[in-house]
């Protein structure tokens, strides 16, 4: 099951910390990349990354063999 979940809560992730770095770009005011939530989520995008970055290449070593 997470192998389902993981793959796509990274997009999903990616998605927001790029959305909140153009509106942070275009009005600073709202201050998206200094805001604690911001900073979890690049946290959490950080782990989901990992675990499918991971979780690849030890798909791609068991196909090989």
């Known amino acids: 099951m997470l192998r389902k ?3 796509h809560a ?3 992730l ?3 910390m790029l959305v909140f ?3 942070d770009r275009v009005n600073t005011a ?3 990349i200094n805001n604690d939530i911001t900073k979890w ?3 959490l995008f950080s782990i989901c990354a990992i675990a499918t ?3 690849l ?3 791609d070593r068991r196909r090989r063999r």
């Open 5 to 7: 979940i993981i793959p």
């Open 10 to 12: 990274t997009i999903i």
């Open 14 to 16: 990616a998605t927001m």
């Open 21 to 23: 770095f153009c509106i």
């Open 30 to 32: 709202m201050a998206f």
């Open 41 to 43: 989520l690049l946290c």
């Open 53 to 55: 970055s991971v979780y």
């Open 57 to 59: 290449i030890a798909s």
